[in-house]
């Protein structure tokens, strides 16, 4: 009943792993920053729509957030772009020492990126519960600080796996990779957030 | 290159091994093979691996069992309110408990029921349907489902303790927010909501991912079943959605715990700003519902017209469209909120537009049937029914596209008509039909023939007697989610109908269940390809073995199994000692890499304990956010550590 | 009701969670049986500043102390019988602060009720003629809330109104100074 | 036309749908609005009916059709091959639905901006708020002592073009007369407006259309259309304050009404009681209605919805009062001289 097999050619030569598209991981994680990428979109349309009917933004009787921490956030985040380039290209190059030696200085950079993030908080010059528009800066710095503390767990994981044996597996290798791309994603998202936060409410 | 000696050695030993891995093949074939990846591929035993388990067809059939049980709870609650609108100014359920009933209702039937069960078929069939061994990321696929389950626990748990939601499936605010809805009732649905969007979404990233990578070798694009595009789409589409409803409920919630001003209009918020976001979610939602049964209605035209869906560009091309479109017209959920009025003649337009495409794929398939030479077998009753009921929805929905009549229409119970003839027609008898299809490939055995027919009359009759009084209730100006109505409005005689239909539809739905469940130990034994029909997953045993097929099928046209001289091509060499799957290229198909299959675990399970634990504390306290991370963290950090601590003995290539 | 229901909590959380469902979540829309009143205990002339009396707590506190949708409606009159005319909200002004942890005559729900009810000096108006026992009660239990005595999860963490306090969810449990020890 | 439209409507909707009372009916042509929805109606109906008519036959013909001896069917080995004709039926397809969507868009864009032009030519203003559960009716007027307050029912002069505003002190609620036009939100925060110019003397009710909180099925309102000259009388005689208890029970009714619970949220024109969180009673016993529409106007009624709200309508703001008998009845004595 079931139709028996007539053997055309063997994929016993494949490979189990390639850098970019080919991997099945790459498509997970870009689906995840299309969710993510979705969610901060809508995140964004709020705060325009909020800001739509309104004469003052901010509300009238309130001070923009002061740029200082914000600003230090971006350039720090900005100038981490290059230990991350370094480090996916030596992933491809599978350039594990490298790796070893630079991964811990991406992880010092996440730390004291959150710390500035905890200054931000503070810079905003308004309390959530305020009106609608501290509200939804709150929430986006909020939603940002997730992806800078999730990713910077998963780096100090990958960290930890690369100074094993285990670093020389092009599997984790690729892991390494796809982890930079999301770091770019991550930063990327900082820039129109840092001008929403910052900008937007002082033209 | 530059790795120390110690890990060169281990390379060079590694690769002289791998000449000696245990491949399939000529030489390897046939009873051997099968047990050899039986040892391989089964799940440990005991009801820890019941937990563990990272098989898409036990995962498959555990939603779509969990959803049929919601579907069964959700039509029980809609008894009630039948009940109670039997008769006008009627007091068997009080004001409070009725609004719970409807909440509960749609909550259910949208979140706990059609999704869901839409998503189980699809990981269930879909790995068959493209002739590979797995889904991709099959423990997320767990996590996806074990987050749904305890999504649903959620809701009725505060249902059985009487702290159900009473705000309506859309929970509008200001009535769901701080002040108007005190409790935990409408934060319990808030986390519900949570729950559910992130189960959907897992299980997005899961299919779109199988679809694109696992498909078999010679699977292009192009010759992809019409049921794997529909997912596609679909998938694509929970992923650009669930977010809109994720991101309201968050703000919703956070303004009734933490006293964010996000919908107070007295403090620079707004309360449309709800409806948008929900809306832009609720619009696709019904088209992510509706689409995957576009796919069930093809699949089984195509198998009892015994012909291929006639033009299947076309019908690729309105899949696509209508799920594009479908992101255009959410303002028409809102034309009674006074926007501007010319924004609305655009959203009537587009609303009228995404008619079009779903015209045409009714067509492709009328003249599938004229082509053909169709078997009235039950699943084909089910696709008549579809079409008989389905266009008096579309075309209602075209009536009330219209900004001046659905000013009229909208909120009454003309609208609840039109949906449910989009959601039961246009949804739910495809899937009773698509479930007596592909009943024997699950089980093993056919359902009961005439079961089956009298069923399918019964709900098919019930269903018009339901709900076509329904649009005339609404014209005699009877709103929605009223839980009386008083006399002498012409009222009565449409309501006695709908709830003595409500009963004959709820007959029938026990009939099914009771064909299913007999079915399960009468049926007759069925063969691999029970229906004659063309695509993969017949091409295997009924039930499949838990690896699916012992060699990675290949396709060389959109029908493949009817293009087979007797012999099926296979291509070779996946090792049969470790789990592993087959990626192809997106568009040609062609073999790429072979991807290892993660081994059952269980911590997709703890992950999803810890993480339900982390939502429900977080809505008796802020505090429960910072606290529950940790654990769902460390869970989730287990998950994804790598198990095997011998390496891979490919090279990389770049 | 509020420490029986932790006790039991530790105990059974699965039966705690259904009293807590039943109790906190239940609109006693239907009012209580004719003749019932508010207490009468301290009557404006035998009460000055700083007196503690040691009776029971009322019964019927349990009923509202805890309890959701008696808050809101609470909520409800303190709005809309002008309460905020005197006391703000809650901040005080021409009346006293009712945030704060001071209680000239009592901060137990029922003394709050009397309070409410047969009116204090220096300006307090008796309600009892204009509002019902129920209402009253419901009152109370708002003004009590105020300075964070009730559960967290049975609160409002702010009005669909300009925003004038911080969210009531994170208000943090005043204690209550001159009251008496039936205070829980 | 529009009594064709109706009959029309009905004939091909629902036949016999038209032979009852229709007072919260769609099938009306009391008002000009209605009317555009009816003909507007019929028109899609229509084209919606042919449509589905043409899927139906083609559905049969494809069922029944007798079929060649080889047909495009796997059996046959030509399962690849497809009838050429049917490709040009799929565009002719596309070509008639696209032209009756289209056809049908344009139809509804003109009675939209008919209706919307019609709006532009105001007479009568009102303002309207609905609160949890009742509606709050404001006649406005230049001159300040003509602006009356009542509620629950709306009268209308015949032929005029009427503007309500829309307002909301609570929650999102939608005011909705089937039988004279569409309905439109009351949003808080935010304010609407919705014209009506109605065209036949008559009684019609409405009813909140979106879903506000427990009572929402009891949230009703009653319109009357008069004669311009019925419609001055009511009015003149709204303004009036509440006549002064005459029966020496329905003084006491007045003591307590006015000294009492009632003043707390009830205003009663002429008097001390001025509360505003309930409706204004001035004139009550005029009314058709109790407690937004939850029952006729009576005596019975009033002593039942007096002694009891609370379970007549469960959750409605007006409470339970422990009234000794007397005082219930003279209560209602007073109340009943409210006319």
């Known amino acids: 009943m079931i139709p028996a097999p007539r053997f055309t050619d063997s994929v016993a030569d494949l490979p189990t792993h390639k850098f970019g598209p080919s991997s099945l991981t790459w498509w997970g994680i870009i689906g995840f920053m299309v969710i993510e990428g979705a969610a901060f979109g809508l995140a964004f349309a709020a705060y325009f729509f909020l800001m739509g009917h309104e004469q003052g933004w901010p509300p009238e009787g309130r001070q923009a957030p002061d740029v200082l921490a914000g600003t230090l956030f971006t350039i720090l985040i900005l100038l981490s772009e290059i230990p991350n380039t370094m480090i996916k290209k030596a992933a491809e190059k599978r350039d594990v020492p490298a790796i070893r030696m630079l991964m811990p200085l991406l992880v010092a950079i996440g730390a004291v990126l959150l710390v500035i993030r905890g200054f931000e908080f503070n810079s905003l010059n308004c309390r959530w519960t305020d009106d609608a528009y501290s509200s939804i800066i709150w929430a986006l710095l909020l939603l940002h600080t997730t992806h800078i503390l999730t990713d910077w767990v998963d780096t100090i994981v990958l960290w930890l796996l690369m100074r094993t044996n285990l670093g020389w597996d092009g599997r984790r290798l690729v892991d390494t990779d796809e982890n930079c791309l999301y770091w770019r994603y991550v930063w990327l998202l900082w820039l129109p957030i840092y001008l929403m936060i910052y900008w937007v409410p002082r033209l | 290159m530059n790795e120390p000696p110690e890990v060169r050695e281990e390379d060079e030993r590694l690769a002289k091994e791998r000449e000696k891995l245990a491949r399939d093949g000529p030489q390897l074939k046939g009873a051997k093979l099968e047990a050899r990846l039986e040892r391989t591929w089964h799940r440990p035993p005991g009801i820890l691996g019941w937990l563990a388990t990272v098989d898409h067809k036990e995962i498959g059939r555990r939603y779509i069992v969990t959803a049929l049980l919601f579907l069964a709870a959700g039509g029980f609650l809609a008894l009630l309110m039948r009940l109670q609108l039997a008769r006008p100014d009627s007091n068997l359920i009080s004001a409070q408990r009725y609004n719970e009933l409807f909440t509960m209702h749609g909550s259910t039937m949208m979140f706990l029921f059609a999704v869901p069960v839409m998503e189980g078929v699809a990981v269930y069939i879909i790995p068959l349907m493209l002739g590979t061994r797995s889904t991709a990321f099959p423990r997320l696929n767990a996590f996806s489902y074990y987050m749904y389950l305890f999504g649903g626990l959620l809701l009725w748990g505060a249902f059985a303790l009487n702290i159900a939601p009473d705000i309506g499936w859309f929970a509008y605010t200001p009535l769901s927010g701080p002040q108007f809805s005190p409790g935990k009732r409408a934060d319990i649905w808030a986390q519900m909501i949570t729950f559910t969007e992130i189960s959907a979404l897992a299980a997005a990233v899961v299919l779109v991912c199988t679809i694109l990578k696992t498909r078999a070798p010679g699977m292009t694009l192009a010759r992809m079943p019409l049921f794997a595009w529909a997912m596609l789409v679909v998938a694509v589409m929970i992923i650009f959605s669930m977010p809109a409803v994720a991101l309201a409920s968050s703000m919703l919630i956070s303004d009734r715990l933490v006293g964010t001003q996000f919908y107070n209009s007295w403090e620079h918020g707004d309360a449309l700003l709800w409806q948008h976001l929900f809306w832009f979610f609720g619009h696709p939602e019904v088209y992510i519902i509706f689409l995957p049964a576009t796919g069930f209605v093809s699949v089984i035209v195509e198998t009892f017209c015994r012909r291929p869906v006639f033009a299947y560009p076309v019908v690729v091309l309105a899949l696509v469209s209508t799920g594009i479109l479908a992101f255009g017209l959410w303002v028409h959920h809102m034309f009674a909120t006074g926007l501007p009025r010319v924004g609305y003649s655009f959203y009537t337009a587009a609303s009228m537009t995404v008619a079009i495409p779903t015209a045409l794929q009714i067509f492709c398939w009328l003249a599938t049937m004229w082509d053909g030479r169709p078997r009235l077998q039950v699943p084909m009753l089910y696709v008549i029914g579809f079409i008989i009921t389905f266009v008096i929805g579309g075309l209602t929905g075209v009536i009330i596209a219209s900004v001046p009549l659905d000013l009229q229409l909208h909120d009454t119970y003309f609208i609840v008509a039109h949906f449910h003839y989009v959601l039961i027609g246009g949804a739910v008898f495809p899937l009773l039909g698509i479930l007596t299809y592909w009943y024997p490939k699950i089980t093993g055995r056919m359902m009961s023939d005439t079961l089956g027919k009298i069923g399918f009359w019964t709900i098919f009759l019930g269903f018009q007697l339901t709900f076509f009084p329904m649009h005339l209730s609404g014209l005699l100006g009877m709103p929605r989610r009223v839980y009386t109505y008083p006399a002498g409005l012409g009222l009565e005689l449409p309501n006695l109908l709908s709830t003595i239909g409500a009963f004959v539809v709820a007959s029938s739905v026990v009939l099914f269940v009771i064909n299913g469940l007999v079915s399960l130990y009468r049926g007759a034994i069925a063969p691999a390809n029970p229906w004659g029909a063309t695509s993969l997953e017949w091409a295997t045993s009924s039930p499949p073995p838990v690896y699916n097929f012992a060699h990675v099928p290949v396709v060389e046209s959109r029908t493949p199994l009817w293009d087979i001289a007797g012999e099926l091509p296979v291509v070779t060499g996946l090792r049969v000692d470790e789990k592993e799957i087959l990626l192809t290229t997106v568009v040609a198909a062609t073999p790429d890499l072979r991807e290892p299959v993660p081994a059952a675990s269980l911590w997709p399970f703890i992950t999803s304990i810890a993480v339900a634990i982390f939502f429900i504390a977080s809505i008796f306290s802020p505090w429960a956010v910072v606290f529950g991370a940790i654990p769902s963290a460390i869970a989730i950090i287990a998950w994804f550590w790598p198990k095997e601590m011998k390496r891979e003995p490919e090279p990389v290539i770049t | 009701m509020s420490s029986r229901f932790r006790a039991s909590l530790l105990i059974l959380g699965v039966a705690a969670t259904a009293l807590a469902a039943c109790n906190r979540e239940e609109r006693h829309s239907r009012a209580k049986p004719i003749g019932e009143t508010v207490p009468t205990g301290q009557s404006p002339d035998t009460i000055f500043p700083g007196s503690t009396t040691a009776q029971p707590l009322d019964a019927r506190a349990s009923l509202y102390d805890n309890n959701a949708p008696a808050l809101s409606e609470g909520q409800f009159l303190y709005t809309r019988m002008n309460c905020v005319g005197c006391h703000s909200h809650g901040g005080g002004g021409m009346g006293v602060a009712l945030m704060d942890d001071e209680w000239r005559y009592g901060g137990r729900l029922d003394q709050i009720a009397a309070s409410i009810a047969e009116g204090r000096p220096n300006g307090m108006p008796a309600w009892r003629a204009k509002l019902t026992d129920d209402q009253i009660w419901k009152l109370a239990a708002y003004v009590r809330s105020l300075s964070g005595q009730p559960s967290k999860d049975v609160v409002n963490s702010r009005a669909d109104a300009m925003s004038a306090t911080s969210p009531a969810t994170l208000t943090p449990r005043e204690p209550v100074r001159s009251s008496d020890s039936a205070q829980q | ?339």
């Not at chain 4, 069922?63 to 080995?77: C, S, T, Y």
Request: proline fraction near 5%.
């Open chain 4, 1 to 339: 036309m529009s009594r064709r439209t109706r009959a029309a409507a009905v004939a091909l909707l629902f036949t016999g749908a038209c032979s009852i009372q229709h007072y919260q009916s769609t099938f009306s042509d009391a008002a000009v609005e209605v009317r555009q929805f009816n003909i507007l109606f019929v028109i899609f109906l229509v084209i919606c009916a042919i449509m589905y008519l043409a899927v139906i036959a083609f559905l049969v013909a494809g069922l029944v059709r007798r079929r060649r001896r080889l047909a495009n069917v796997m059996e046959d080995g030509r399962h690849h091959e497809s009838d050429p004709l049917l490709r040009t039926a799929l565009i002719g397809w596309g070509v008639v639905v696209g032209t009756g969507l289209v056809g049908l868009a344009i139809a509804s864009f003109i009675a939209d901006r008919s209706m919307a032009n019609a709006a532009a030519s105001e007479k009568l203003s009102i303002t309207l708020t609905a609160n949890q559960w009742w509606w709050d009716v404001r006649y406005n007027s230049a001159d300040s002592s003509k602006t009356l307050r009542t509620a629950n029912e709306l009268h209308l002069p015949v032929g005029v073009p009427v503007r309500i505003i829309l307002n909301s002190n609570d929650v999102i609620h939608s005011f909705w007369v089937p039988s004279l036009a569409g309905k439109q939100d009351l949003i808080p925060g935010r304010q609407n407006d919705i014209s009506i110019t109605p065209t036949k003397i008559g009684i019609y009710r409405g009813q909140c259309a979106e879903y506000c909180g427990a009572q929402h099925a009891h949230m009703a309102l009653v319109v009357n259309v008069d004669s311009y000259a019925d419609f001055l009388k009511w009015w003149r005689h709204q303004l009036q304050p509440a006549p002064p208890p005459a029966t020496p029970l329905a003084l006491a009714g007045y003591n307590f009404v006015t000294g009492r619970n009632c003043s707390a949220c009830h205003a009663i024109a002429g008097t001390p009681a001025s509360g505003t969180v309930g409706p204004d009673l001035t004139h009550l016993a005029s009314r058709r209605t109790i407690a937004a529409g939850t029952m006729p106007m009576g005596k019975g009624n009033l002593y039942g919805w007096v002694a009891d709200p609370q379970s007549l309508k469960p959750g409605s703001k007006m409470p339970t009062i422990a009234l000794e008998p007397d005082e219930l009845h003279a209560v209602v004595a007073y109340l009943e001289t409210l006319k």
